[in-house]
Every structure is written in structure tokens, then in C-alpha cells.
């Protein structure tokens, strides 16, 4: 299949940021003061809400109306295969237990497939009052600001982004991972949105991001905005980001830090 055009990357933006800051406002504006669970998936406390739903339904909606003919794959079960070459990945609250509780970062997700090639993504991270885009070869930005990484650190002065499984033996597993890798950098955070993690990379407010067990709904906007921000993005050494594993980091300290994790052993439980 050709290249997707100018114009075609263009509407898809447009229809991604406007999908997702409408998510975001109804997640935002509409979180019920008794919010609960509605279901589980994984296990007991991977959790997913009403909201995530209605979320996934506002988005599922707008693009019916706006792209009847494309397909999508959303975090809470719409999957349509769609004629047009085009596939949206949705992830309509990444951060769902941040969000049941009331903590500020969580995010919504939408990114563009053409042909199998994310050219577009867009995170929305309403409480932030940030909105994070990217189209392929054109550059990541958060308003008029384009994105840069940070340049490459010395290991033991980075700052690294990760996350965890909701299985108790991955969480076990990659517990270990930290103990280890802990005392050799200068600090890890744990965020809880893998679409801002990665999206922090880009902005330069984190030198490094990995995790395991991500989703491709957890992975596609976000590993875009990092890579058109400058960051490279990837699993296990020579192969791309995936469930097994995701890393994402500057060139020069995305080497060191995927080598290392390869030897820790963050890609299996």
C-alpha cells in the first residue's frame, strides 16, 4: 500500500486530538464522586471502570462518525477491522487505578495505523492541561512547543520511568529488576500511565522509560511522540517494543540501559 498523504495524516490528526480532548473532558469533567470498579480483567486489581467504557464509547462513536470505514482496536474490547487501511489503537484511560483513586496522571491514548504503521498519536493527559501529538516524520509537539529528549546521561545520573504487571509472579519479577537497577541510577519513578511515561520522555522530564507487559494500546501514541521527539524506542535488543518488553531513551543512553536490562532480565517473569 502507498504512503499515507499529507492530507490523509493530517485529517487523522485532527481527528485524533479532537477524539481524545473529548475523552479527556468527559473523564475529567464527568468522574463520579463514587466512582468503583465495574470489572476486573487480569486479575483483582486490574481493574476497569465505568469510565473507561464510556470513554472507549464517546471514542468509538466519533470515529464511526468521522471514519466509518476505518478499524479500531480499544483497550475494552472494540475491535473492528475496518476496508480503509487505516486502524486506530485506543487506550481510553491509561492510568485507571490513578484515576479511581484521584490521582492526576492518567492519560487517553488514540493513535493512527496505516498499512500497520503508527503515523500518528495523540495523548491527552487532562489534568496536566497537556495534550501530546506526533505524525510521522513530522515531529512530536505539545502546543507550539516541539519536543525534544534530553540529551544522553551518564547511567548513573539518569532518571528512568517504569512500571508494573498486575500478576503477582511479573510483579515479583520486576521488583527484582528495580532492586537491582536502583542503586546504579540516579533515581526510578513509578507513574503509573505508560502513554505519559513515554510521552515524559519526549518532553525531556524523564531520561529513560522500560517496562513489561504493556499492551499495543499502552504502546502506540506514545512510542511515536518519543521517537519523532529523538528518543529510540524498542524491546529486547533487535527487536522492536512489545509486550516482552518496551524501552525508550535517548540515542546514546538507550544502548547502555537496553544492554542493561537485557542482563537484569526485564523481559521475562
Known amino acids: 500500500m502507498n504512503a499515507p498523504t499529507d492530507a490523509l495524516k493530517a485529517e487523522l490528526l485532527s481527528v485524533a486530538v479532537e477524539a481524545a480532548e473529548r475523552a479527556g473532558a468527559l473523564l475529567r469533567d464527568g468522574r463520579p464522586a ?35 470505514d476505518d478499524g479500531v482496536l480499544g483497550e475494552e474490547g472494540a475491535s473492528t ?9 485506543v487506550d481510553p484511560l491509561d492510568g485507571t487505578v490513578n484515576y479511581l483513586y484521584g490521582l492526576p496522571s492518567w492519560s487517553v491514548s488514540i493513535a493512527a ?12 493527559a487532562p489534568l496536566r492541561g497537556e495534550t501530546y501529538r506526533a505524525v510521522l ?13 534530553r540529551p544522553a546521561p551518564a547511567f548513573e545520573q539518569a532518571l528512568l ?3 508494573f504487571g498486575y500478576l503477582t509472579a511479573r510483579r515479583t519479577a520486576q521488583a527484582e529488576v528495580v532492586r537491582r537497577l536502583l542503586p546504579e541510577v540516579r533515581d526510578i519513578r513509578r507513574g503509573g500511565s505508560a502513554a505519559i511515561d513515554l510521552c515524559d520522555v519526549a518532553c ?6 522500560y517496562e513489561r507487559g504493556l499492551n499495543p494500546w499502552d504502546l502506540a501514541a506514545g512510542d511515536l511522540v518519543a521517537r519523532e521527539a529523538g528518543a529510540l524506542t524498542g524491546g529486547r535488543p533487535g527487536a522492536p517494543a512489545s509486550g516482552e518488553l518496551a524501552v525508550a531513551a535517548p540515542p546514546g543512553f538507550f544502548e547502555p540501559l537496553q544492554a542493561r536490562l537485557e542482563e537484569l532480565g526485564a523481559w521475562h517473569d
Do not use: C
Open 161 to 163: 520511568g517504569t512500571g
Open 204 to 209: 525531556g522530564r524523564l531520561d529513560g522509560y
Open 137 to 149: 516524520g513530522e515531529g512530536a509537539w505539545l502546543g507550539d512547543r516541539r519536543l525534544r529528549v
Open 34 to 68: 463514587d466512582l468503583g470498579v465495574a470489572a476486573t480483567k487480569t486479575s483483582p486489581i486490574d481493574v476497569v471502570t465505568e469510565m473507561d467504557l464510556a470513554s472507549e464509547k464517546l471514542i468509538t462513536g466519533f470515529l464511526a462518525e468521522h471514519r466509518p
Open 113 to 124: 495505523e496505516h498499512a500497520g504503521e503508527t503515523v500518528v498519536g495523540v495523548v491527552a
Open 81 to 89: 477491522p475496518g476496508t480503509s487501511g487505516v486502524r486506530w489503537v
